[in-house]
């Protein structure tokens, strides 16, 4: 009787129709980070699957919403990444970064994350034509040029991939840190073995003055 009542029937439909929302299915994708990166939380397997179940309610949601296929993506790589999960999660992190990539194309983001996948999955070619679509999108994102070079080096084109490292480290000398350990490794690579050992030495003293200066701070 209750169920027939227009009060109830209403209040059923609004609860429907609130969730298929947009705000609803972030707030179930922020629930599934909570899961697994909240201090509170204790990251194993089992916080995974519970994040995991979470992602799969927003994608049946709103299938069409990109950042649920991209958070998706990212608890996998977590669960692959950090839990150290035994299971091989790379296809299917892959699929939900072709997802996200293939709704939402303008987004350099999930291209760029689509890239870092295929990589880590061994898929040179296929994450260099990732990286290069995000860095079309946004040319300025250091971080690609980084990426793009381990990619190229991967891939045997040592020439371009020291002029994309070198790129990077222009754009941004404080970060150079991470760009001229790889830039070292490329020359070595090349025989430019006094060059690359020139490289390693002035990182190894600007790592060292770093945590001289954090000490005295």
């Known amino acids: 009787t209750l169920a027939t009542h227009p ?15 947009e705000c609803f299915v972030r707030h179930l994708l922020y629930a599934a980070k909570e899961r697994i990166i ?12 519970a994040a995991l179940r979470d992602c799969d309610l927003a994608i049946a949601l709103r299938p069409e919403y990109a950042r649920a296929h ?28 072709e997802r996200a990539a293939a709704l939402e194309p303008g987004n350099p983001e999930y291209h760029a994350e689509l890239g870092h996948a295929l990589h880590e999955a061994g ?9 290069d679509r995000a860095l079309r999108i946004n040319p300025d994102e ?31 000398p404080a970060y150079s840190t991470e760009c001229e350990v ?12 006094d060059e690359a ?3 390693f030495t002035n990182e190894f003293a600007h790592d060292l003055d770093c945590r001289m200066e954090r000490i005295r701070c």
């Open 70 to 97: 991209a958070e998706r993506g990212y608890i996998l790589w977590f669960s692959q990444t950090i839990v150290r999960d035994t299971n091989d999660r790379s296809t299917d992190m892959i699929q939900s970064y």
């Open 7 to 21: 009060y109830i029937v209403n209040r059923i439909h609004a609860l429907r129709e609130f969730s298929r929302s």
């Open 182 to 193: 790889v830039r070292a490794r490329i020359l070595e690579k090349l025989g430019e073995l």
């Open 38 to 49: 909240s201090p509170q939380t204790h990251a194993d397997e089992e916080a995974v699957r």
């Open 142 to 172: 250091q971080g690609l040029s980084w990426s793009r070079a381990r990619t190229l080096e991967h891939l045997g084109r040592l020439d371009e991939a020291l002029l994309a490292i070198d790129r990077a480290i222009a754009r941004d």
């Open 123 to 131: 898929r040179y070619e296929e994450a260099l034509c990732s990286l």
């Open 197 to 199: 050992s020139i490289t």
